[in-house]
């Protein structure tokens, strides 16, 4: 069933597709034009497809169901998400899957700051962060979770893979990044290191996902070198409390 955005407020186009999803698996939204908090809570079986510009908090606390949107998504794409998952056909705004618990993100194009802020893991809860450009400043923050990968692809000259403090404060999780980066731009708390072939593993799997939902060859993309982003210590900044 169809459904169109166009001017209508957030929570009228919200109403319409809870009823949808009452009695059908799937809605499709139409001329989205910034409309917020769309496919809040969505549960695991049901899948809400989005052409258009999506407003903040698309896909917050996710619960299990599908988001595709085809178009850009504004700030907090993924807030804090419990499963499920969401790819976007262009690229979001600041502070993509803050505190995401679960599920996958996969964004075509670029994120803008604090991209993965607070992302955690908690058994086999383990959230994924897939970015197919590159990324702004505070990347990874406060991280205590999951996998974030940053690929790189379709840079051009002199655009940067990613922006400052990044992975600043990280304390846990892994970022795999695609591709040459000056180390100026990493936190001090974090370690470059190689993959092992359990990485490897896991990292040909999301990426042959994002090269299957956005048409990119996987061959091509695998040929570069990826290396990955760990923190160096479980309590970055343990020095500046004062403990007796």
Do not use: W
């Not at 929570?11 to 989205?32: C, F, G, P, R, S």
């Not at 690229?91 to 802020?117: E, S």
């Amino acid at each position: 069933m169809s459904i169109t955005a166009a001017l209508r407020r957030y929570e009228e186009v919200n109403d319409e597709i809870q009823q949808v999803l009452l009695t059908k698996q799937k809605a499709v939204v139409h001329e989205v034009n910034g409309q917020r908090y769309l496919g809040c809570a969505l549960d695991a079986g049901k899948t809400l497809e989005i052409h258009g510009t999506a407003g903040n908090d698309l896909a917050c606390y996710l619960n299990g169901g599908k988001i595709i949107l085809y178009g850009n998504g504004q700030d907090a794409l993924g807030n804090t998400m419990g499963g499920g998952e969401i790819i976007v056909h262009g690229h979001t705004g600041d502070a993509l899957g803050y505190g995401m618990r679960d599920g996958q993100i996969y964004i075509r194009d670029n994120v803008c700051c604090r991209g993965g802020i607070h992302m955690k893991e908690f058994r086999a809860m383990k959230p994924v962060l897939v970015i197919g450009e590159n990324a702004g400043s505070f990347l990874g923050e406060y991280m205590s979770g999951g996998t974030i990968v940053l690929l790189g692809l379709h840079l051009k000259r002199g655009q940067k893979l990613f922006g400052s403090h990044c992975a600043s404060g990280m304390h846990g999780g892994k970022i795999f990044v695609r591709g040459t980066f000056p180390k100026e731009h990493l936190s001090p708390n974090i370690k470059v290191v190689s993959l092992s072939a359990e990485d490897q593993k896991e990292l040909e799997k999301y990426v042959k996902n994002y090269c299957r939902y956005f048409h990119e060859d996987y061959e091509s993309i695998m040929k570069k070198t990826f290396k990955k982003l760990i923190p160096a210590t479980a309590r970055p900044y343990a020095n500046m409390y004062i403990s007796n």
